[in-house]
């Protein structure tokens, strides 16, 4: 009785468990995820293998995808190197926080861990404000970028059929304190 119940209780806990594993694997950002017609369409034509309607326009395409992926490549480092330092600071706060309790909890002062946690969540708070903001700013720019590829390659003879990308893409992200976090120091 107390191997079925085991067996049980494994079973469960594997069917609760895989599907958090999978829903914590991260967003694949890259630019074959964030324009799949387009990159589909670019590797073609870098393969040679071009179709015939736009046989006359390969020079075209082949400026417009580096067009696409340098801007690709710019948003993204545009918002790592603004996202990176924001992350970092975060974490300069939870670990004064953390530092702060400690001592706090030493001098049997539970008022200063209090004061240093209210002020860290406000701090958190502010800096994910900002990473939403960068968020918002990569996603303007590959809007903007998806939008003049698809302007060229549809004002192209012969790009009528060719499906173009619709949506902007995985968020970009990067991973701050949670209020948990926050909480637990």
């Known amino acids: 009785m107390r191997k079925h119940l085991s067996a ?3 079973a469960v806990c594997a069917v609760l468990i895989i599907p958090a594993l999978a829903a914590a694997q991260p967003v694949k950002r890259d630019f ?9 369409l ?6 040679g293998d071009t179709p015939k309607r736009l046989a006359g326009s390969v020079d075209k395409i082949k400026a417009a995808c580096g067009t696409l992926h340098t801007s690709f490549d710019g948003a993204g480092t545009t918002f790592t190197a603004t996202a990176t330092p924001l992350r970092d600071q975060a974490l300069a706060a ?3 926080l953390r530092a702060t309790c400690k001592q ?28 939403r903001h960068a ?6 720019a590959i809007r903007g970028a998806r939008k003049a590829f698809w302007t060229t390659i549809k004002g192209l003879r012969g790009a009528d059929g060719i499906k173009a990308d619709k949506t902007d893409g995985p968020d970009p992200s990067v991973t701050l304190p949670s209020d948990a976090q926050v909480e637990k120091a």
């Open 135 to 140: 968020a918002k700013s990569y996603h303007e």
């Open 94 to 96: 939870l670990t004064t």
């Open 42 to 47: 670019c590797a073609k034509v870098a393969a």
């Open 104 to 131: 706090a909890r030493a001098d049997h002062n539970p008022a200063a861990c209090k004061t240093a946690r209210k002020s860290t969540r406000a701090t958190i708070k502010g800096l994910r404000s900002q990473v």
């Open 8 to 10: 049980a209780l494994l």
């Open 32 to 40: 074959n995820a964030t324009f799949p017609h387009a990159s589909a």
